[in-house]
């Protein structure tokens, strides 16, 4: 009774765990209280940056929070439990087997006849070190799958940020953008009124200033999605605002730099590591089956005594004729399963190397498109000055002076364009070389968005009040 009441205490209990009734998305307020230790961040840049988001989120803040919240990676914590629990179980001795019968005998003068047994599956025995072998290299590769999905979300939280941060610098712009082409459209229309302007010129505004609004409202529904997207990610209720700050620093990365990560990127890539790890768990299943070919054995001992009151004692040994069968199914299929992930590490490694070339090449062409808008940006902001000040002076007409304005604020448009695609190009180029590269963006407190020229505000405010008689008294007017 003492060893039956020893086995119970070591047994599992039941408790029910039901579903929970309503969401668990942070709030705004319950994101104020969180806290996030930078030690289990899957990144080293990561795991020295201190969360903070009192000053708003940086893109470090927003990237640890993905980490920390995104539901999906909750589900991958929860497959590598469920894989460390097989790997806890393939390492467990078999439970040996008793074996209890008894016979009453019909007649009488015979005794009661009893048989025990004892038994163990030897095989189990021999292939136990195969198998938590294989168990244990599954966890790694459990554990490296998840890094690298680790990875891929801070890579998604930061592209998101950084088009978060492009829509937000943007749709100043575009509104600006906008009121011109609107105040361009209203003059013309009303020197049409007058008989100053073809009816073919309203037209032409009316387009311009359909185009313009048009686009500001596409951005506005573009900077919708990517809240909702970014808030999905970091598992935010739907009305959370993050306030993001960062200024973009895309500095070239040397060249050297570059080819020592891609030299290292076998060792250094998570997904890589992984399919090392599955592979090698693949090995020890092949050792396994191959080691099942040999006959299947069991071994007893049992204590009997017949109706005669006669005791004997013995063993008894199962063993598996391996004359048909001889695992031979399961060892080709074995073997053509670690076929299969050397061939598929293969074709990744591959992928790997020709995806980091392609975001080079084009990374390149990116910053040579950046570096032509900004050089002629200068050059139209001061042009866009000057019609200010002739405008403003009635030294020219609103025509001119929308169509200096509308350049400079399209080229800046441009410009910022082209920074978001390098941004996201070298968080392509980190995801898949890691840290070896620097982050696009610098954690600084934002800089003030990008507003136009004092020239491109007034136009829609104090000087679009000047008199209709000073802009609309010539055909010239467009």
């Known amino acids: ?37 930078p030690a289990k961040m899957p990144l080293p840049e990561l795991a020295v940056h201190r969360f903070d988001p009192s000053n708003g989120f940086d ?29 806890f179980s393939a390492g467990l001795l078999p439970d040996p087997q008793v074996s209890i019968s008894s016979d009453y005998p019909g007649a009488a003068g015979f005794s009661r006849a009893f048989s025990y047994g004892l038994s163990m599956d030897v095989m189990a025995i021999v292939t136990r070190s195969a198998n938590r072998k294989s168990a244990d290299a599954a966890v790694r590769k459990t554990d490296l799958g998840l890094l690298w999905q680790e990875w891929q979300v801070v890579a998604q939280a930061r592209q998101l940020f950084v088009k978060a941060r492009f829509q937000d610098e943007v749709l100043p712009l575009l509104a600006q953008q906008a009121q011109l082409s609107q105040t361009r459209y209203t003059r013309t229309a009303h020197a049409a009124s007058e008989r100053n302007m073809t009816a073919d010129t309203v037209t032409a505004a009316l387009t311009a200033w359909q185009d313009a609004r048009k686009q500001y409202i596409d951005m506005q529904h573009a900077r919708e999605q990517t809240r909702h997207d970014l808030n999905a990610l970091l598992g935010l209720a739907p009305d959370v605002d993050l306030p993001l700050t960062g200024t973009a620093e895309v500095e070239p990365v040397d060249a050297s730099t570059l080819d020592a990560a891609v030299a290292m990127l076998a060792q250094r890539r998570p997904d890589l590591i992984a399919l090392q790890a599955g592979y090698e768990a693949q090995e020890q299943k092949y050792r396994a089956a191959i080691l099942n070919q040999f006959p299947g054995l069991s071994v007893g001992f049992t204590r009997q005594r017949d109706t005669s009151e006669i005791y004997t004692s013995g063993f008894a040994i199962n063993l598996t004729l391996p004359v048909f069968n001889r695992n031979r199914g399961n060892i080709a299929i074995e073997q053509a399963t670690r076929q299969r992930l050397a061939d598929e590490y293969q074709s990744r490694l591959n992928t790997a190397y020709a995806d980091i070339a392609h975001l080079r090449a084009d990374n390149a062409i990116a910053a040579q498109q950046l570096a032509q808008d900004e050089a002629a940006l200068p050059e139209l902001e001061r042009t866009a000055a000057r ?15 929308v169509d200096a304005q509308s350049a400079a604020l399209a080229r800046r448009v441009d410009a910022a ?57 010539t055909p010239a007017t467009r």
């Open 1 to 37: 009774m003492a060893s039956a009441a020893a086995l119970l205490c070591g047994c599992a209990v039941y408790h029910a765990k039901p579903l929970p009734s309503s969401d668990s998305l942070l709030t705004q307020s319950a994101l104020s209280r969180v806290q996030i230790d």
């Open 59 to 87: 893109m470090e803040d927003v990237a640890m929070l993905a980490v920390a919240n995104n539901p999906d990676l909750r589900l991958a914590r929860d497959d590598l439990g469920i894989a460390q629990a097989q790997a």
């Open 387 to 401: 019609a200010y000040n002739a405008y403003g002076a009635r030294n020219i007409v609103l025509g001119q002076y």
């Open 417 to 473: 364009t082209e920074r978001e695609a390098l941004a996201e190009q070298r968080i392509a180029l980190q995801a898949l070389l890691g840290s070896a590269i620097p982050d696009p963006y610098a954690a600084a407190p934002a800089s003030p968005g990008a507003t136009a020229t004092p020239a491109a505000h007034d136009i829609a405010t104090g000087a679009a009040t000047q008199s209709a008689d000073a802009t609309t008294n």
